[in-house]
């Protein structure tokens, strides 16, 4: 399986989109099989996947990731492990012995609320407060 790890330094990034580094490593039979450095091309979520994807990426660990980005490397067959910390290297470890846990579902998307206008909580102006009347 390939994984690809954001890097902070020699660290998981603490976010997907703003790592520099990634690390993509192989995993087989429970062990690290081989580790390379790539550049990361892009911090747009929709290309980021595309290319993972071309890369034949199969899984990413990372710190933060937003729903967007998560929602588009499902899509494109990509398993997240995401809010992950550590030393990359160890990171890895876990993962390959299975400590790391389960991969993340891609949330549903966001739904705008229909029937209100911005600013009308309650249908009474601003917040909800009555109208100061004028004398």
């Not at 390939?2 to 580094?21: E, N």
């Not at 911090?43 to 710190?63: E, Y």
């Not at 899509?75 to 299975?98: F, M, R």
């Not at 891609?106 to 004028?134: D, L, T």
Request: aromatic share 4%.
């Amino acid at each position: 399986m390939k994984i690809a790890v954001p890097l902070y330094g020699t660290r998981v990034s603490p976010r997907l989109d703003c790592a520099p580094m990634l690390w993509l490593a192989n995993i087989s039979g429970g062990r690290v099989t081989g580790v390379a450095d790539v550049v990361n091309v892009t911090s747009n979520p929709l290309q980021q996947a595309a290319w993972l994807r071309s890369l034949g990426v199969q899984a990413v660990v990372c710190g933060a990731i937003t729903g967007f980005a998560l929602r588009h490397l499902t899509a494109n067959g990509i398993a997240t492990y995401p809010w992950v910390s550590g030393e990359a290297g160890d990171v890895l470890q876990k993962l390959a012995s299975g400590e790391l846990g389960a991969a993340a579902t891609a949330p549903p998307p966001m739904v705008p609320v229909v029937g209100r206008r911005r600013g009308q909580a309650g249908g009474r102006g601003r917040g909800g407060r009555r109208p100061r009347r004028s004398r």
